[in-house]
């Protein structure tokens, strides 16, 4: 059974940075792609970034680009991302998801 557990979240201040990890159970880790999504209040879930199975392969959004860092280390089953230079828009909660599984998500708040 996959479980994935998201942790990070917070209070920060713009500007401000913050790193979300995503812990995976299963076997399907290390074969899966890994993604990051968000949810502001108000507004649907939005994709934020993915990074392939061996992590050789990175996208963002453009909303986030030059801003997040996504990373994993395949033996921790743990996929990161690293959050700089946070904007108040920023603020949702955000989520990891691996193939059709989704974590409950971590709240981020960006306040001006």
């Known amino acids: 059974q996959v479980q994935l557990v998201e942790s990070g979240g917070g209070l920060v201040q713009a500007g401000e940075s913050l790193r979300l990890s995503c812990a995976a159970s299963g076997s399907l880790f290390s074969i899966s792609t890994m993604g990051w999504f968000r949810r502001s209040p108000g507004k649907q879930r939005e994709w934020v970034a993915t990074?392939?199975?061996?992590?050789?392969?990175?996208n963002y959004a453009d909303s986030v680009k030059g801003r997040f860092t996504i990373s994993r280390d395949n033996a921790k089953n743990t996929v990161t991302l690293q959050m700089n230079s946070l904007k108040p828009e920023d603020t949702a909660v955000y989520y990891c998801?691996?193939?059709?599984?989704w974590g409950q998500g971590t709240q981020v708040t960006v306040s001006s």
């Open positions: 998801s691996m193939r059709s599984f």
């Open positions: 990074i392939s199975s061996d992590g050789r392969v990175t």
